[in-house]
């Protein structure tokens, strides 16, 4: 694909384009091999289920996706809000934790589709999706945002990823957290529980969902063993503005309320080994079906790098 074509007259729809579009890096220079992960980067990720602090964006390229947020967090409203897959301005329905979360938006904006493009998260996630650290063809799943305002934002509960995902399977799936600020303790940074990627139930199925609206911070607890919870180790992220995390679909996250003085917003990209099947007949997304037990593919769900591409400029 790689004409954009209008969703309503007048409002482009970037999802109809799989390749870049925009300003936000530059294509010609792109030398995939570059981007690669490093052997020890790669075990850390299998050791633990995630990996710190991978520079993927520049502060200027932030400041670029960080104009497009702008959309989200109040007053001016983009024409094409009816093409994300959700959108809560409070997720929490809490005023004292307050979380806007949106999925969908890579079909807005020429920054944020390009986002879901970016060589410098493409290949890595694409030497993580494998164990063998195998290179692997890469489709683009969703993306996300999650911003918490100054003083009183919200919490993102403990989660596993993949237990909100099993209408794709098998289970081949990837997150790269972006954040757009600094993370600190005070504004509510991104953590993890280092080995919990290892915890499933019944032969490996994700942990059930225990707060949908993310507001309840430890409610992950009333479904673990006591072995998990004597290993319920928290593990700041702390990642700077431009760093990226990369985590396993099993990784379990989350992250506390902003108490500090200037908001905190971040950019996620999720992504799945190209093979994934729809498990469902139901939508996947917002009016997106694919019938069960066939390739996710097409218009929304993006080869976004394939091991051949790298080889083809060597
Ligand atoms: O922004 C947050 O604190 C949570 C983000 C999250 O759940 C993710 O990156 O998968």
């Known amino acids: ?49 995630f990996l710190l602090n991978v520079p993927v964006l520049t502060p200027q390229q932030c ?7 702008r959309y989200f967090l109040g007053g001016e409203k983009h024409p094409g809000m009816d093409m994300l897959y959700e959108y809560h301005s409070n997720q929490s329905g809490d005023p004292d934790n307050v979380l806007m979360h949106a999925l969908g938006h890579w079909r807005l904006t020429k920054h944020f589709h390009d986002l879901a493009f970016l060589p410098k998260v493409v290949v ?8 063998s650290g195998n ?19 919200g919490n993102v509960a403990w989660h596993q990823d993949y237990s909100y995902w099993t209408r794709t399977s098998p289970m ?15 504004n509510g940074a991104l953590k993890y529980i280092p080995g919990s990627h290892r915890w499933t139930r019944d032969g490996g199925k994700p942990l059930p969902v225990t707060d949908f609206n993310f507001k309840d911070m430890e409610s992950i607890k009333t479904i673990l063993t006591e072995e998990e919870k004597a290993n319920f180790k928290p593990v700041c992220g702390n990642l700077k503005k431009g760093e ?23 950019a996620v990209l999720n992504y799945f080994k190209d093979g994934v099947c729809s498990n469902t007949d139901e939508d996947l997304l917002n009016g997106i079906k694919i019938p069960k037990g066939q390739k996710m593919e097409g218009q929304f769900f993006p080869l976004v790098f394939d091991p051949k591409w790298a080889d083809a400029r060597n």
């Open 124 to 131: 890595g996630v694409s030497q993580l999706l494998e164990p």
């Open 63 to 69: 400041d670029m996706i960080l104009e497009d947020y």
């Open 172 to 186: 081949c799936h990837l997150t790269v957290h972006i954040a757009l600020d600094d993370q600190t303790e005070e």
């Open 244 to 266: 990226a995390s990369f985590h396993h679909a099993l990784a379990v996250h989350g992250s506390y309320g902003n108490r500090s003085d200037s908001p905190r917003r971040a």
């Open 1 to 49: 694909m790689s004409t954009v074509v209008d969703f309503i007259p007048g409002v482009p729809d970037y999802s109809t384009v799989h390749k870049p579009v925009g300003s936000l890096f530059d294509v010609d220079q792109c030398e995939w091999n570059k981007f690669k992960l490093s052997q020890d980067q790669i075990d850390t990720f299998w050791k633990d289920g």
């Open 135 to 153: 290179m692997t063809p890469v489709r683009f799943w969703h993306d996300q945002l999650f911003a918490k305002p100054p003083k009183h934002g």
